[in-house]
Every structure is written in structure tokens, then in C-alpha cells.
């Protein structure tokens, strides 16, 4: 039987010991491809995000923002030319390439912003087209690689012009806006539109009485101190005159009458009325005087009414109304003066009473439905008289409307809330702006009446609740309203309507 042999291999010239990589050139072959699809991912990856990535061309904007009256406002932004230069790269390609870029941005953005006091919505739109034409020259050689700089020139174009412009439009809604503060919190004041478009604020309550005054720009929306009046002054009265200067007259127990001038921003004393008045009514008539009527001296209420006249500066008495009043409501409608409701000390009135300047007489006119003290009245152009609110022992919410060609009140709508102290303002549109008052609390609400349907409309609510503030329809439709009572303080601010078309 064959025996076992152990087995030993022999150093020969043909059988010499094998190297290490030659038992092992599979695995190196294996991490050799491995290293090759690395570096082909790693080089593609720059070639795409690095190499050849196209930059971002920067927009420079600039923007131009005109602001008018009334809304909407436009605002033009400019695109400046780019010229894009792609950076030098050692790339194996061989190729030459021609590109044609062809971009559109369009974006549009649209912001809201509602609270109970305020609602704006703004819509913003922005177009903007490119065409661009890169010319891209790569040269390449297996042993040399060079690639030129890519000369990018973009172009942009509108179909309205044939320079690079976008345009952004903006609408501003119809509201109410903060504009800036007075310099003192009032109550009762007095305001007045002069011929410069700037709004006179006199006197009022603020801890005491106020003889100062401020004067409103309305293109830069600031408010500055003019000179103060002579005398302190709650519950007068603030008239236009023809010739631009601004006559008030009365207050707390006073007879004083006193004239600025918008020229030189000045006070003047003029001659005293024949009776201290205060909470009375002034009306400009026709012949350029001044009709002033009723009020009260502490607790006697008159029923005594004088005429200043601007071009002599002197009071005269004329015939007496056939009620005494304070809290009174007085215009002007076909060359009358229409004087309304009140309180004579001992009832709230209803009655009305016309003044003829030809013939300085007064006469009774038909009566309203209901008494009304502390309301409001506006005049139509075609002569009608709405008065709204006020109080007779109760807020009111009524209203009713006087026609002088018939000499009769009908009651028009009611109006949403019940007020007293409150402001109304007739606006270029014809509608009749109701705002603020006190029904237990300040009111921040406003409503709107159209003498065409007959109806009231709640609108926009103002920013504070206010009771005894002013309003002035300035020349630009808007609506200046300012201070009043917030039913804890005395209020600064000023707060603008934007109407509605």
C-alpha cells in the first residue's frame, strides 16, 4: 500500500515565488474602478454646480414712488443691462456650443391687512421679460485643455417701451390712515380750511382752556404751532371770511372776537360782540357778513343774534330768534340761514327758524319730528338739510331732511348707531360722512349717507373712539378728523378718510 508523502515545492527557474500583487490584482483592479467612478461622480458634480453653473445675473432695482390723491399709487422700478462673464475652467470637451437664453419673471403679490379700526388691501404685480444670447467658445484637446471666457449679454425688453422697465401698481384702498399728532390734546375745538389748503386748529378744552393754534399741511402731513389766540376759547366759534382771514369769536364767558391772518400767521383783536356767547352757531351770509346766534352766558341762554361786518370790523344786534338756543344747528340754503333744534334751558326744541339778511327777520318753518340738542347738519346742493343724531333726553339715531322749497321735514333713514357729539362732513362725492359721538362709549364708527337711495352705509371705522372731535373736508376729497374725547383722555392724534369714488 502507498504511503503518505508531504508535499514540498521546489525553487526552480520556472517556479520561482510569486509577488504580492500578483495574488492580489483582482482587489487593486476592483479599487481602481472604484476610484475611477469617484472621480467621474466627483466631475460631474463640478461640472454642474461649479464649473458650469450659469451665475444668478444681479438686479439692481431702483424705485421711484409717487404718491397722489386719491389712489391708486404707482411705483417704477428700473432694470439695469447685466453682463455675465463665466469664469475660465480646465474642461475635457470638445465641442463648440451656441446658447439661446430666454427668460420670464413674473410675480405678483398681493397683502392684506384688516383689523376692526382699518382694512387695506394691496395688490402688487411685477412683469418682467428677458431674452438673452450667450455665445458659449470651448476649444479642447486631449493633451491641452483651454476654454474661453463666455461673453453673457442680457438684454430685457417691455412691449411698451424700448427701455428696461417694470412696473409695480399698488391700490390703495378707501379708510382711514393715522397722520401725525397735534401738539395738544383738544376737545371742542374749532377747525378751518384755509385758501393755502393748510387746516386751522384753534383753541379747545385740555385740562383747562387752550388759546393755542396749529396749523395742518396736508402734502407733508406734519402739524406746527402758529400764534396763539389772545384769549383761551372752548365752545366758539370759527368762521372763513372772504378776504382768507379767520374770525372766531366767543367762548366761556366771553364776547371777545379776534381775526387771523394766514399771511403772516398772526392774531388780531377785533371789535367785541355785544354779548358773551358760548356753545353758539356762525354763519358767513352772502354779503360777506358774519350772522352769529343764541348760545349762553353760564346759565342764561339767548335767543339774541348780531352781525359782524369784516370790512368796518365792527358787532351790530339784529332782530331776535323766536327761541332761545345753545346746542344749536345752523347752515346756510338758498340765501337763508336755516337755524335748528337745541335747548333754551328748560326743554330740548324742535322748532326751526329761518333769518333773511335782506330783510333781517326771523320766521318759524316747520317743525322736525323729533327735539334734537348737540346734532348735526349738512346741506345738499340741491338746498336740502339733513340733520342726524344729537340727543333730547336720549342718544338718537334719527334723521330727517328739510327741504326749503317746500319749507317741510321728512324723516329719511335711521341712521346704525345712535349718537350725539358726534361730526358729519359732506364729501365731493355728495355723500354725507357721519363719524364718531358718544352712546354710552366713544364711538369709532362711521357711516355714510347717500342722499340718492336714501340710505346709510356702516364704512371703515376710525382708529379711536372719539366724542367732540372736528372734521375738515380738505382739498384733496380727504377727510381730516382730530382730537376729541376717547371717554378716558383728551385725544392728540388726527386720523384721515380716503372716500371712495
Do not use: C
Request: hydrophobic share 35%.
Amino acid at each position: 500500500m502507498p504511503t503518505n508523502r508531504v508535499f514540498s515545492e521546489h525553487i526552480t527557474g520556472k517556479n520561482r515565488p510569486r509577488k504580492w500583487w500578483h495574488r492580489r490584482r483582482i482587489a487593486i483592479i476592483s479599487i481602481f474602478i472604484i476610484i475611477l467612478i469617484i472621480f467621474g461622480i466627483t466631475l460631474g458634480l463640478l461640472l454642474k454646480f461649479v464649473i458650469l453653473r450659469q451665475k444668478k445675473p444681479a438686479i439692481t432695482t431702483t424705485t421711484i414712488v409717487t404718491r397722489s390723491s386719491p389712489p391708486p399709487l404707482t411705483t417704477t422700478s428700473t432694470v439695469a443691462q447685466l453682463t455675465t462673464t463665466t469664469p475660465t475652467s480646465t474642461l475635457l470637451i470638445t465641442s463648440i456650443t451656441a446658447l439661446t437664453l430666454t427668460s420670464f419673471i413674473s410675480s405678483t403679490t398681493t397683502l392684506t391687512a384688516s383689523h376692526s379700526p382699518t382694512s387695506i388691501s394691496t395688490s402688487t404685480t411685477t412683469s418682467m421679460t428677458t431674452t438673452s444670447t450667450p455665445t458659449l467658445l470651448v476649444t479642447s484637446t486631449t493633451s491641452a485643455i483651454t476654454t474661453s471666457t463666455a461673453i453673457f449679454t442680457a438684454t430685457t425688453s417691455t412691449s411698451s417701451s424700448s427701455l428696461p422697465t417694470a412696473s409695480t401698481t399698488i391700490t390703495q384702498q378707501p379708510g382711514w390712515s393715522n397722520t401725525g399728532n397735534m401738539n395738544y390734546a383738544r376737545v371742542s375745538h374749532r377747525a378751518s380750511l384755509l385758501a393755502n389748503e393748510k387746516v386751522l386748529i384753534t383753541g379747545g378744552y385740555n385740562n383747562g382752556f387752550l388759546n393755542s393754534a396749529e396749523l395742518y399741511d396736508p402734502s407733508t402731513e406734519i402739524w406746527t404751532l402758529t400764534a396763539a389766540m389772545n384769549d383761551a376759547r372752548q365752545g366758539h366759534t370759527s368762521s372763513i371770511l372772504t378776504n382768507g382771514k379767520v374770525l372766531v369769536t366767543g367762548g366761556f364767558y366771553l364776547n371777545s372776537a379776534e381775526l387771523y391772518d394766514p399771511s403772516t400767521e398772526s392774531w388780531t383783536i377785533t371789535d367785541t360782540m355785544n354779548y358773551s356767547r358760548q356753545w353758539h352757531t356762525a354763519s358767513v351770509l352772502p354779503s360777506e357778513k358774519v350772522l352769529v346766534t343764541g348760545g349762553r352766558i353760564g346759565a342764561v341762554y339767548l335767543d339774541s343774534a348780531e352781525l359782524y361786518d369784516p370790512s368796518a370790523g365792527t358787532w351790530t344786534l339784529t332782530s331776535t330768534m323766536n327761541h332761545a338756543r345753545q346746542g344749536h344747528a345752523s347752515a346756510l340754503t338758498n340765501g337763508k340761514v336755516l337755524v335748528t333744534g337745541g335747548y333754551d334751558g328748560n326743554a330740548y326744541l324742535n322748532s326751526a327758524e329761518l333769518y333773511d339778511p335782506t330783510a333781517r327777520t326771523w320766521t318759524l318753518t316747520s317743525t322736525m319730528t323729533y327735539a334734537r340738542h348737540s346734532h348735526t347738519i349738512s346741506v345738499f346742493r340741491d338746498g336740502k338739510v339733513l340733520v342726524s343724531g344729537g340727543e333730547n333726553g336720549g342718544y338718537l339715531n334719527s334723521a330727517e331732511l328739510y327741504d326749503p322749497l317746500t319749507g317741510t321735514w321728512t324723516l329719511a333713514a335711521s341712521t346704525n348707531h345712535v349718537r350725539y357729539g358726534h361730526v358729519a362732513s359732506l364729501l365731493t362725492n355728495e355723500k354725507v360722512l357721519v363719524i364718531g359721538g358718544w352712546d354710552g362709549v366713544a364711538l369709532n364708527s362711521a357711516e355714510l349717507y347717500d342722499l340718492s337711495t336714501g340710505t346709510w352705509t356702516t364704512t371703515y371705522s376710525m382708529n379711536y373712539g372719539r366724542q367732540g372731535p372736528i372734521s375738515s373736508v380738505l382739498t384733496n376729497g380727504k377727510v381730516l378728523v382730530t382730537g376729541g374725547w376717547s371717554g378716558s383722555v383728551n385725544l392728540n392724534s388726527a386720523e384721515l378718510y380716503e372716500p371712495t369714488t
